[in-house]
């Protein structure tokens, strides 16, 4: 009986690769997106949550957004057997820093952890809510922060 290149490494088959990152830090080459998870029963949210960890997959993302707070809840749940394995990043739309730091504390709740690895803020407008989260990282609730901003291209006519 022949074995497989992954048996024979002691891997198991269709595993995804990783990159370095950060610190150390490597992630699956691709993310599983919290918002797949809503929807659909939490035991159906659960199992694939297990057979994209099963195949290599360390990086999640969510948003509070998706779907009033379902994908967190699902996801948080589903993430509870690996949640000291895997990272978690997260983004908020919140604008300013009380708003942001409702957010986040909502959140971890959601996710039954005491910290996210990455934050992101889409469109970055004021201060206050860099500030917010610069005083979260110092309290080791966050990682990593940063910033994103989506903008739409202009289509030429």
């Known amino acids: 009986m022949a074995l497989t290149a992954g048996e024979a490494w002691g891997k198991p088959e269709n595993v995804l690769p990783k990159r370095a990152w950060k610190d150390g830090i490597e992630l699956s080459i691709l993310a599983l ?3 797949v998870v809503c929807g659909m029963p939490q035991e159906e949210a659960s199992k694939r949550v297990a057979v994209a960890y099963e195949r290599g997959v ?5 948003a509070p957004s998706y779907f009033n707070g379902e994908a967190e809840m699902k996801l948080g749940k589903a993430l509870r057997p690996y949640r000291s394995k895997v990272f978690l990043a997260e ?3 919140k604008r ?3 708003g942001a730091r409702a957010e986040l504390e909502q959140t971890l709740e959601r996710f039954h952890t005491d910290h996210v690895d990455f934050s992101a803020k889409n469109t970055l407008r004021r201060e206050g809510q860099r500030n917010c989260f610069t005083r979260r990282r110092k309290r080791e609730r966050r990682s990593i922060w940063g910033s994103r901003r989506i903008t739409r291209r202009r289509q030429s006519g």
Request: aromatic letters at 14%; proline letters at 0%.
């Open 96 to 98: 300013d820093a009380k």
């Open 58 to 62: 360390n990086y999640f993302d969510c």
């Open 33 to 35: 997106g919290g918002i």
């Open 91 to 93: 983004k908020t739309g």
